[in-house]
């Protein structure tokens, strides 16, 4: 069997035995290959151009694949045209003295250049060394590249993911947290302590009552407990409550430096809607590869046994354990997609009675999952409520040292975890009862699982809302919010998404402490039957993903009442990758199912998006509807945070504010709608032309295999290359 | 310690490195011929090496004909657990038998390694598949792939279905068995096939070498 090493040239290029295929030449060994190659006009021209060199061509000894050195040189080893266009030696797929030929050949042929060519084709080398240094060098400096690399070898690309997710988290969220310190942390901090030997102004408050306008911090003054500073630092309260952590602390109208003015309000304001729009074009960029993939190959389900079968087994596995797992995964795979082939015709072959029983039950479900969803948020919103009047009954009364208390005021993110953990259960059991196909199940469960997260935080939301805005008297009608419970209701707002956020990292390690660790050790140390069938849990790649998309919504509602809430979350991330890395090696076994990695990155994001577009919402609210408090923050003097920017407006030229006017009114909006949806559907028509291109062009792939002119692919290719059919 | 000093015309049997001081040209040779990077290529030196001290020389100078068997390559620990070693080694092998001379053990390495082009992957890649080396993927071929994806424990009925689905789905030619360009057609629509298919983290080589050196 000699079909490989030197005697085997491009693939189908059958040298040294009587050649199988149809449409080759028959050939002797050693003999020159197929007449009319040789006739091509490139080959002549390339001998043409060698034989004028002069030089002979050293044959080196070698002592086997000698055809193959004569099949390669007749293949058209020699380069045509300008050096850089050819493919460098390293990319033919041929044994070493081929390849050593090929390029001693090139570089023999380069002398024969002018100067110019050859200085070209050296600086374009040497520029490509450098690059590729460069980007050796650089991708040293990559954060966890070391251990994400380990965790594919180990577990799989679908893992994989979700720590390359969590490290994409972890940069955003440092990038946040640099937007809102340079512009609006660092300017207060700079005014507050004169250093720049600036001036601020404090401008004085017009039409405000004065009584709205009251705000005495509960900071720490003599004496305390030392638990108080941690129940304050679990809660963020005392003296947390005066730092520039929360909204309060920003109370500078505007700073003057020399002759430039920093108007602090816009500053905030704009920074704010600047991390938004930066972490959607950040998410969208990443997303754009994956969409361009389902857009384009949704063949992917078409081809699917395929791509399970060549591109299944993962090349990076060396352990042991990995392998058998994989082998059982790769199997459960193929055997669920024939389980799926034989469930869709069982559903084709359905009668109408089997179809009523079917959507009725569909339907039942459906209002159960509603009821259970409808009683999670109502619990949610019964706690917040309690924690809240609670909280203000013993700030009234001055009772801070229970502990008891610090339960009070988690309770809401106690409640929101316990639904967290409950209702996906519940969702599991009952989407088995739906009878969907396993892969529609999936997704279902996952749909109505970010549905509850993210609602759970609204539903948070919206109870502190109307708490804040529960106005019984005049007065409090006056300033257009609770002024004696909350006299600086964002940074209350910013403290219970501080606890949240507290709250979750504490859950993640507490549940790796306690469950995962003892789970392990009772499992290795005691054979008790049920205890083994219970086995290792496996990483449940989409729950620890809801869990961070979670948190990093809670982030961004939250940034905008606590500035400084970017770096906790980075801090918070950056552990948690630690924990769970430690948890994934030594407790979790390898999952069953592999996820795979391109839907798994594309199905992240988009979730993420999802957590984004939510976030937008409370956000909006809160800027725009919401009267801003007056006893406190950078929009003490407006009615709305919102009310700034038009404030600003009035300030600008003239000139300048006729054109934004023009930009915000309708006139302007629709047309420029109608000019976007135009676009839209001229790109959703040019996909689906070139899906029909796409098409065409396979159909003619086809034909071309039976068509006498083009004998082999690469022969085919090899002539429009050279421009000669 | 490794001595691959001046290059001559033919690259690898006349080299010789000096760890710590390299001629440039000698890295530019490597880098020329190779998708390894120049540390690695001195830590594939090494592992080569180690798999049978009393045969391969240190020193390539004289350009020795040593090959070593296939039973000493599939042993190792970045192939032991593929279930296609076997073939990885023979369609790199020049004789197709199996035995790597350092030659086609650096081949083998440089076209697994994450930086080799998807094309090149892909000829490689319907070579390990081709078991038969006929140039044609066929069923016989497919069905043997399975048992080894799947260790034999699929039954027989899932693996004709498996395989008819699979020609199916990529045979566009309509002869009921897969060619070269049936196969590269099929290989650039699977989105995972460059990240998963044939990459082995060069990495683990050279952090081996080092545990090996200390």
Not at chain 1, 604 to 623: E, Q, Y
């Amino acid at each position: 069997m000699s079909g490989l090493g030197a005697a085997a040239g491009p693939p189908g290029w059958r040298l040294g035995s009587s050649g199988k295929e149809v449409f080759l030449p028959e050939e002797t060994r050693g003999a020159a290959p197929a007449g009319f190659l040789q006739e091509l006009p490139s080959y002549q021209s390339a001998r043409r151009r060698r034989a004028a060199a002069g030089g002979t061509q050293e044959r080196p000894a070698a002592p086997r694949g000698s055809a193959g050195l004569r099949a390669a040189e007749a293949w058209g080893l020699e380069p045509e045209g300008d050096g850089p266009a050819e493919l460098p030696a390293r990319e033919h797929p041929w044994c070493m003295a081929v390849k050593r030929r090929l390029r001693d050949i090139q570089q023999a042929d380069i002398k024969h250049l002018s100067e110019w060519k050859q200085w070209k084709i050296a600086s374009s080398k040497s520029l490509k060394k450098v690059l590729n240094d460069v980007k050796e060098l650089s991708s040293y400096l990559e954060l966890w590249r070391h251990d994400i690399h380990s965790i594919e070898g180990k577990f799989g690309t679908g893992i994989q993911s979700y720590f390359l997710f969590l490290r994409f988290l972890v940069r955003l969220n440092f990038i946040i947290f640099i937007l809102m310190f340079g512009f609006v942390t660092l300017p207060s901090i700079l005014s507050k302590y004169g250093i720049l030997n600036d001036s601020f102004a404090k401008i004085p408050l017009k039409n405000i009552e004065p009584h709205c306008t009251v705000y005495i911090p509960s900071d720490n003054k003599g004496l305390v407990y030392f638990y108080t500073y941690l129940k304050d630092l679990l809660s963020g309260t005392g003296f947390l409550e005066v730092t520039s952590l929360f909204y309060g602390y920003y109370t500078v109208d505007t700073e003057w430096l020399s002759v430039l003015r920093y108007n602090l309000p816009l500053a905030y304001l704009l920074a704010t809607f600047g991390y938004l729009a930066l972490s959607l074009l950040w998410i969208i960029i990443g997303s754009v590869e994956g969409f361009k993939q389902n857009l384009v190959h949704d063949e992917d389900q078409f081809q699917s046994y395929c791509n399970k079968v060549f591109a299944g087994w993962d090349f990076c596995i060396t352990d042991l354990n990995a392998a058998r797992l994989k082998h059982r995964s790769l199997q459960y795979e193929l055997q669920t997609d024939l389980e799926e082939e034989r469930l869709k015709r069982k559903i084709a072959d359905r009668t109408m009675k089997e179809k009523l029983r079917i959507y009725s039950w569909r339907i039942l479900t459906n209002i159960i999952v509603i009821a259970v969803l409808s009683g999670c948020f109502y619990s949610i919103y019964r706690a917040t409520v309690f924690s809240q009047e609670s909280s203000n009954v013993s700030i009234r009364h001055d009772i801070r040292t229970d502990s008891p208390n610090l339960i009070v005021q988690y309770l809401p993110s106690i409640v929101i975890t316990l639904v967290n953990f409950i209702a996906p259960q519940i969702f599991s059991f009952l989407v088995r009862l739906e009878d969907y196909s396993p892969a529609f199940e999936i997704r279902l469960k996952l749909i109505r699982c970010v549905f509850m997260r993210l609602a759970g935080i609204g539903v948070l939301l919206f109870s502190l809302w109307s708490q804040i805005s529960y106005c019984a008297t005049d007065k409090c009608k006056a300033c257009g919010y609770n002024y004696e419970l909350y006299p600086c209701w964002e940074s209350e707002v910013g403290q219970e998404m501080y606890k949240l956020m507290i709250f979750d990292f504490i859950t993640i390690l507490a549940m790796t402490l306690f469950v995962d660790f003892p789970r392990k050790l009772l499992v290795t140390h005691w054979s008790c039957k049920p205890v083994q069938w219970c086995g290792l849990q496996e990483f449940g790649i989409s729950d620890n993903v809801l869990d961070i998309i979670y948190g990093q919504t809670i982030c961004w509602i939250g940034t905008f009442f606590s500035p400084l809430l970017p770096a906790i979350a980075t801090i918070k991330y950056f552990i948690v990758f630690y924990i769970k890395k430690i948890s994934l090696i030594h407790t979790c076994k390898p999952a069953a199912r592999p996820v795979r990695a391109s839907s798994s990155n594309f199905f992240f994001l988009v979730v993420l998006l999802i957590g984004l577009v939510f976030a937008f919402i409370p956000l909006g609210i809160s800027i725009a509807h919401i009267p801003s408090s007056k006893a406190c923050g950078p929009f003490r003097n407006f009615n709305t945070s919102w009310a700034v920017v038009p404030d600003t407006v009035l300030g600008l030229p003239t000139g300048l504010q006729q054109v934004l006017h023009g930009i915000a009114s309708e006139a302007f909006a629709v047309p420029f709608f109608v000019v976007i949806c135009l676009v839209m559907f001229y790109f959703i028509a040019l996909a689906r032309a070139h899906k029909r291109v796409v098409e065409q062009l396979r159909e003619q792939l086809v034909m071309v295999r039976f068509d006498p002119l083009f004998c082999t692919p690469k022969v085919f290719f090899f002539c429009v290359s050279n421009q000669t059919c | 310690m490794l001595h691959i000093g001046s290059v001559k015309r033919c690259l690898v049997t006349h080299l010789k490195l000096h760890i710590g001081v390299r001629s440039s040209y000698a890295g530019y040779c490597i880098k020329a011929l190779f998708f390894s990077k120049r540390w690695e290529f001195d830590g594939l030196h090494g592992r080569y090496h180690e798999m049978a001290p009393n045969v391969v020389p240190m020193d390539y100078t004289k350009d020795p004909d040593v090959k070593l068997p296939m039973q000493l390559i599939i042993n190792m620990p970045e192939l032991k657990e593929n279930p296609f070693r076997e073939r990885i080694v023979e369609s790199f092998s020049e004789d197709g038998e199996g035995s790597l001379s350092f030659n086609d053990f650096v081949d083998m390495f440089s076209v697994l390694s994450e930086m080799a082009p998807r094309e090149l992957k892909a000829i490689y890649a319907f070579k390990i598949y081709d078991f038969n080396t006929d140039n044609f993927i066929c069923k016989s071929d497919l069905e043997k792939t399975l048992n080894k994806l799947t260790r034999e424990e699929l039954t027989a009925e899932e693996i004709t279905l498996v395989c008819e689905k699979v020609i199916e789905e990529a045979d566009m030619d309509g002869d009921g068995k897969l060619g070269f360009a049936d196969f590269e057609n099929m290989i650039s629509k699977a989105p995972d096939f460059l990240r998963d298919l044939l990459k082995t983290t060069m990495t683990l080589f050279f952090h081996t070498l080092i545990k090996l050196s200390t």
